[in-house]
């Protein structure tokens, strides 16, 4: 499955997100290591606390 993913233009970015900023169309991840992902989908799995959302 990770090489499917891969194959078709995903990409991972192993890191802690400590803040997340929502616009209309578009969310913006800043992570702990100083890195800010451009995502369109946030998929919060932080449990019960959501924590992202």
């Not at 890191?15 to 946030?42: F, P, R, W, Y």
């Amino acid at each position: 499955m990770l090489q499917k993913c891969i194959s078709n233009g995903v990409k991972f970015h192993q890191a802690k997100v400590i803040k997340v900023i929502h616009e209309e169309s578009k969310s913006l991840l800043i992570c702990n290591d100083g890195v800010t992902v451009q995502a369109t989908v946030v998929l919060d799995a932080t449990g019960f606390s959501k924590c992202l959302v």
